[in-house]
């Protein structure tokens, strides 16, 4: 019996066991790639040739195309990881544990492009790459986190054990994710507030929201397919290393 | 090429940033998965590499 073959029967085991899950959710990735090419061919277009310049920031405002969405997948894929802790420490659940192993490079290497991105941005409107403020610093220590959680994975031979101590870890670091989030409320900082989810409505016009939107969810089914596809070499990878494990056992017997 | 205005190089660099940190982590994602499948089917057909135990 291979991986992908194993029995299940109800939707539960269907996501809860290793090999069904692998079954039934890699009939998803080729078309969440395509809906993912086209998105980005459909938001560069916009980005570049269809969104006008910013009345004061002229054409770095084309930044914010690529700012916003990774600076929201930072603290979405967060999310996605402190779902997944709660399902490893209440449930036990086993694909909680690959979901969060397979998420954290995706969520280091999204926080790292925000804070390039931002830097970029920053340099011609601000007039500096960098500030020690509210924002971007909670930015610098949510992307510290995420490679801690990377090599607490790293640091353990046996991964189920990994999975509770990075599952407790990572939750005592979701309290970085509402600061990063008010910060800009809290203290002073050169950051602007928030732009786009407010209660009066978002403060740009339509002509540059489109875009934004659209790689918003881009970048958003990006990460989606790289899971997808992460999640699925982690399962491998503990098959792997069990049938490994039975081989040794059988050589030392 | 549309123009860009005096910041183009911090558009076109950050761009360029995001596209090839992007191109990186498909690239890596795949080749990872390939060399796993690889191994667990070598695995699953009971043919284990040279050097490993038997």
């Keep these: 019996m291979s991986i992908e073959s194993a029995p299940g029967e109800n939707w539960w085991t269907r996501i809860a066991h290793p090999g069904q899950f692998v079954a039934w959710s890699r009939r998803l990735v080729l078309p969440l790639s395509i809906a993912t090419v086209l998105l980005f061919a459909l938001g560069l277009w916009f980005a570049f040739f269809n969104s006008p310049p910013d009345y004061q920031m002229g054409d770095t405002v084309r930044i914010m195309y690529v700012?916003?969405?990774?600076?929201?997948?930072?603290?979405?894929?967060?999310?996605?990881?402190?779902?997944?802790a709660i399902g490893t420490l209440v449930w036990r659940h086993p694909m909680a544990d690959v979901s969060m192993k397979a998420a954290a490079p995706l969520g280091a290497t999204f926080t790292a492009l925000a804070l390039y991105t931002g830097a970029l941005w920053g340099r011609p409107t601000w007039g500096t790459f960098w500030e020690w403020d509210g924002r971007m610093t909670s930015t610098l220590v949510l992307l510290l986190i995420y490679l801690g959680i990377i090599a607490l994975w790293r640091a353990f031979d046996d991964q189920l054990r990994a999975a509770r101590i990075v599952a407790i870890f990572t939750l005592v670091g979701a309290v970085n994710i509402p600061i990063i989030k008010f910060s800009v409320d809290w203290w002073a900082t050169?950051?602007?507030?928030?732009?786009?989810?407010?209660?009066?409505?978002?403060?740009?016009p339509p002509s540059i929201l489109t875009p934004l939107f659209i790689m918003v969810f881009a970048f958003t089914f990006l990460f989606l397919v790289l899971h997808l596809i992460g999640m699925h070499t982690e399962v491998r990878r503990r098959r792997v290393a069990s049938l490994e494990r039975r081989l040794a056992q059988k050589g030392a017997a | 090429m549309i123009d860009l205005g005096p910041h183009a190089v911090f558009i076109v660099c950050a761009y360029l940033g995001v596209a090839a940190a992007i191109a990186a982590l498909i690239g890596w994602r795949l080749v990872e998965a390939r060399r796993v499948s690889a191994r667990l089917a070598e695995l699953e057909a009971g043919t284990p590499r040279k050097g490993t135990p038997t």
């Design chain 1, 67 to 84: 700012h916003v969405p990774t600076a929201w997948l930072s603290q979405f894929v967060y999310g996605v990881m402190a779902v997944s």
């Design chain 1, 190 to 204: 050169l950051h602007q507030p928030a732009s786009v989810f407010r209660l009066d409505g978002p403060t740009m």
